[in-house]
């Protein structure tokens, strides 16, 4: 059966975009989806510890997001804006450029602190830049850089969002985008969760701009997805084992978990893996390595949304995107989450 992009169209009022974090991260609300059960929940995600048994094990994505929107102009003289797409070395990088007229190979570009980066090659969207400066390019973007807010939050990065578009267990310096269910968990929920007896392990996946590409291809199965780096260490691997051989259900806190996990799963168990991954999951790819989901409200025709589809069935997971608009949850990366437990096979 042909999976097509249409599949996953939905209609999304504007004004339900948050374009602003809730002054208190857990103070979202969740709705509970509960596949067997044909059972939606609303909920305030301050409840989560109550939907979660002991010997549960959240598995979180501890990526951090480096201020990867940088700005400058052509040697020309025309303005450039630089969105990192990945770090590739020490001084070199992928990224997207707003400008009026693409640089070729061998253009450079100033940015403010009269550094230059040059222009060394393009794949499609995509450019690539090595930086002429002494400090690793990392250093050079926490300096320099502004936190790369996605393409649907229409204002500039304010300073709260150095903070706010950043979870409060992000570890690993390297992505470019939030892992956004991530974002609604503080130290009081974190602090409620363990007193309840539930475990928490950790992959990294650094989430690069090309989450935010639309599927272009009408027939799901020629879209060609992009690269991301992973890592899921030995020490969760065991955990998984051990809290799923007890009767524990192993949860994953947001779509770039789900992509780390399978992408190490070889016939069905997770292994440990360091690497890039293009996987692709949508109706049709079965997922065995979680029991349960946390997730955020996605784009209409997204990959992510698609990947929440396998998971729980797509009409499933629209019916719960229509009750979600109805109700005027929050959308998108500062918006309100789901909690999915998907049908038993």
Request: aromatic share 8%; glycine share 8%; with cysteine.
């Amino acid at each position: 059966m042909k999976v097509k992009k249409a599949d996953f169209h939905f209609d999304l009022p504007a004004e339900l975009i948050a374009q602003e974090p809730l002054p208190q991260r857990s103070a979202s609300r969740l709705l509970e989806l509960d596949a067997n059960a044909d059972n939606l929940t609303d909920r305030s995600f301050g409840e989560l510890a109550a939907c979660l048994r002991p010997g549960d094990l959240l598995v979180f994505n501890d990526t951090r997001v480096l201020p990867a929107r940088l700005f400058g102009h052509k040697t020309s003289g025309g303005a450039v804006e630089i969105l990192i797409e990945r770090v590739t070395s020490t001084h070199e990088a992928r990224a997207q450029l707003g400008v009026s007229k693409k640089p070729r190979p061998g253009g450079r570009i100033v940015l403010a602190d009269g550094s230059e980066v040059e222009v060394t090659g393009r794949d499609g969207p995509f450019f690539d830049l090595r930086f002429h400066c002494s400090e690793p390019l990392e250093k050079l973007l926490l300096r320099l850089g502004r936190m790369p807010l996605p393409p649907y939050i229409a204002r500039a990065a304010a300073d709260d969002d150095t903070e706010r578009y950043q979870t409060v267990f992000a570890r690993h310096p390297g992505a470019v985008a939030a892992p956004t269910a991530g974002l609604h968990f503080d130290q009081p929920l974190l602090d409620a969760l363990a007193a309840r007896g539930v475990e928490f392990g950790h992959v990294t996946l650094h989430v690069g701009a090309g989450t935010f590409q639309p599927v272009r291809s009408e027939e799901l199965r020629d879209h060609v997805m992009h690269r991301e780096w992973l890592n899921v260490g030995a020490e969760l691997v065991h955990a998984m084992r051990r809290v799923r051989a007890a009767g524990g259900r192993v949860v994953a806190v947001g779509t770039t978990v789900v992509r780390a996990l399978e992408s190490a799963s070889r016939d069905g168990e997770v292994l440990p893996f360091a690497g890039e991954t293009q996987i692709f999951i949508f109706p049709g790819y079965r997922i065995t390595s979680i029991d349960g989901l946390i997730t955020n409200f996605h784009l209409p025709e997204s990959t992510l949304l698609m990947l929440v589809s396998a998971f729980a069935g797509r009409e499933r997971v629209l019916g719960a995107y229509r009750h979600a608009v109805n109700s005027s949850y929050r959308f998108f990366s500062y918006g309100d989450a789901m909690l999915i437990w998907p049908p038993q096979h």
